[in-house]
Nanobody, 120 residues
Framework: VQLVESGGGLVQGGDSLTLSCAAS????????MGWFRQSPGKEREFVGA????????YNIDAGKGRFSIARDNGDNTVLLQLNRFTPEDTAVYYC??????????????WGKGTQVTVSS
């Protein structure tokens, strides 16, 4: 399974951005997909994930409305919408796919990441 992230860049505090991850390869549609991020000097952090069918989502920001995750099985793509950026959101955002886990333990496949930098 190959994962390619896109949509990162330089944003200002308070802005919104949508990151996209396209999956390809053998049976890639049969994997749960998710997003992690890693800020300088910190461990990689789980951000959110979506089940194979797209019916279940998991989000570290649940209830606060800053992050949302959705899946388009027609395009085999997972989207991460980020709102109201703060400088603490500056990180490399990685896409992940897993055939048995949905959540922080996902680990089967990784993309190369896309950088998001937030200016204050």
């Amino acid at each position: 399974v190959q994962l390619v992230e896109s949509g990162g860049g330089l944003v200002q505090g308070g802005d919104s951005l949508t990151l996209s991850c396209a999956a390809s390869g053998r049976a890639s549609s049969m994997y749960s997909m998710g997003w992690f991020r890693q800020s300088p000097g910190k461990e990689r952090e789980f951000v959110g994930a979506v089940s194979i069918s797209g019916s279940k989502t998991y989000n570290i920001d649940a209830g606060k409305g800053r992050f949302s995750i959705a899946r388009d099985n027609g395009d085999n793509t997972v989207l991460l919408q980020l709102n109201r950026f703060t400088p603490e959101d500056t990180a490399v955002y990685y896409c992940s796919a897993d055939n048995s886990r949905v959540g922080p333990g996902m680990e089967d496949y990784w993309g190369k990441g896309t950088q998001v930098t937030v200016s204050s």
